[in-house]
C-alpha cells in the first residue's frame, strides 16, 4: 500500500508508491521486454481497451472525422485507424496516490497511521511510571517517523488519438480542447472534499521522466497541500502584505517593460525566461488577467493559452531538438483564501542539465545559459 513518510528536517512530505515499479518504460529496453511495445501503446487509438475506463472524453465533433495511421514495429505494416475521439482523461493504471476506501477524514488517518501504535501503548500502560517512560519514547518516535495513508486521485490526460503527435503540432482548437479538459477535471476535483490540491504536468522527453511517449499529461490531486506549495504562497502573501499587488502581475510587467528576457506576448498571455531561472531555456507562461485557479479561465482565455502554448513550446523545440522538458500547471490550492496574492502560472523547464551532487547538496543550481540568451533565441524562433 502507498504511504507519505514525513521529513521533518527538510518539512517534506514523500510519497511511496513501489506500484509505480511495474509500469512500462518505452525509453528503457529490459530483458525480456515484449518487442510490440509500441504497436501496444496504450494511448493509441484502437486500444482504448488497454487503459482503465476514462474519467473524460472529448470527442470528435459530428463534421469531423479522423484516421489516424500508425506503424505496427512488430509487422512494419500501416495501420489505419478511425478515432471518435480528440482527448480522453483516464485514472493512471499505476498511480502516485489514490483514493482509498477508508480515507475520507485525513487528520484521523494521520493518527491512525502515525500515532495509533503510541496511543494504544499509553492506554494499556498509563499505571506503570517505568513503562510510561518508555511511552514517551514512542511517542517521540512517532514525531519522528510520522507516516500517512494518502488520500488522492492521479490521472492521465491522454492528449491525442495520433501516437506521433507533439502537443506543439496539434491544431489549435485540438490544444483548446486539452486545456478544456484541464479545467474541467480540475473543477471536478474542486468540488470535492477529500482533495486540497492539485497539480497538472507534463513530461516530455525520457530526460523528464516520461516513460511512454505518446503526449500525454498527468493530473495529481493530493489529500493535502505540499509543503513547498505551501512555503511559496506564503512569500507570495507577504510580498503582496508588504506591497499591496501580486508579485507575479509585478514580475511580468516588468519583464514586458525591460524585454530583454521576453519570449513572446499575446492579449491575455506574457511569456519570459525568469531572471534567475534553474534550467537552461526555463520560461514562464504568465496569464495577465490576475487568477488564483486555472479552472476560473474564460474560452478566450483557453484559446489564447492555446495559440501561446504552441508557439512558445514550437520555438523550444525546434530550436533545441530532443530535448526533454517538464510544464507545470501550479493553480492555487483549492481551499486558497489568499485569491489576490496567488496568481496560476505554467513553467516551462527544459530538463538538458541534470541535478547532480551540488545541487542536490545545496538547493543551489548551475545554469549555463543565461535568460537573457535563451530569450533572444526562443524569441528569434516564434
Ligand atoms: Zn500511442
Ligand atoms: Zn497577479
Known amino acids: 500500500m502507498q504511504e507519505t513518510r514525513y521529513d521533518w528536517l527538510e518539512d517534506r512530505w514523500v510519497l511511496f508508491a513501489p506500484n509505480r515499479e511495474q509500469r512500462p518504460n518505452e525509453y528503457i529496453c529490459k530483458e525480456n521486454a515484449p518487442a510490440n511495445k509500441l504497436a501496444a501503446c496504450p494511448f493509441c487509438a484502437g486500444f482504448e481497451q488497454s487503459t482503465p475506463a476514462p474519467s473524460l472524453v472529448l470527442p470528435l465533433s459530428e463534421l469531423e472525422s479522423t484516421t489516424i495511421l500508425r506503424r505496427d514495429e512488430v509487422n512494419k505494416n500501416i495501420i489505419r485507424t478511425r ?30 497511521a502515525g500515532g495509533l501504535d503510541s496511543f494504544s501503548y499509553q492506554l494499556e500502560h498509563q499505571s506503570d511510571e517505568g513503562t510510561r517512560r518508555e511511552a514517551d519514547v514512542m511517542i517521540a518516535s512517532a514525531d519522528l517517523f510520522r507516516k500517512e495513508i494518502p488520500t488522492g486521485v492521479h490521472e492521465v490526460v491522454i492528449e491525442s488519438p495520433d501516437h506521433d503527435q507533439s502537443l506543439s503540432g496539434l491544431s489549435l482548437s485540438h490544444v483548446e480542447l486539452v486545456f478544456q479538459a484541464y479545467k474541467m477535471r480540475l473543477q471536478h476535483f474542486r468540488s470535492k472534499q477529500e482533495i486540497k490540491h492539485a497539480i497538472i504536468f507534463k513530461n516530455y522527453g525520457p530526460d523528464a521522466g516520461a516513460s511512454l511517449s505518446h503526449s500525454h499529461s498527468q493530473l495529481v490531486g493530493l489529500g493535502f497541500v505540499p509543503s513547498e506549495v505551501n512555503r511559496r504562497n506564503q512569500r507570495l502573501l507577504e510580498y503582496f502584505e508588504k506591497h499591496e499587488s501580486c508579485y507575479h502581475c509585478q514580475i511580468a510587467a516588468e519583464e514586458e517593460r525591460v524585454g530583454d528576457r521576453l519570449i513572446c506576448a499575446s492579449e491575455h498571455f506574457v511569456v519570459y525566461a525568469p531572471f534567475a531561472g534553474r534550467f537552461p531555456f526555463e520560461f514562464v507562461i504568465h496569464p495577465r488577467t490576475h487568477r488564483s485557479h486555472f479552472d476560473e479561465l474564460i474560452r478566450s482565455e483557453l484559446k489564447d493559452l492555446a495559440g501561446i502554448v504552441k508557439s512558445s513550446l514550437g520555438a523550444l523545440e525546434r530550436t533545441q531538438p530532443h530535448l526533454s522538458y517538464n510544464m507545470v500547471l501550479n493553480t492555487s490550492p483549492f481551499s486558497n483564501s489568499h485569491s489576490l496574492a496567488h496568481h496560476w502560472n505554467i513553467q516551462v523547464l527544459p530538463r538538458s542539465a541534470k541535478i547532480a551532487g551540488f545541487e542536490l547538496g545545496t ?20
Open 363 to 382: 538547493d543551489c543550481f548551475i545554469n549555463t545559459v543565461k535568460p537573457e540568451h535563451a530569450a533572444a533565441v526562443l524569441r528569434s524562433a516564434i
Open 83 to 112: 478515432s471518435k475521439w480528440k482527448v480522453r482523461v483516464v485514472p493512471n493504471k499505476y498511480p502516485a496516490v489514490q483514493t482509498h476506501a477508508a480515507a475520507t477524514d485525513h487528520s484521523q488517518l494521520a493518527m491512525l
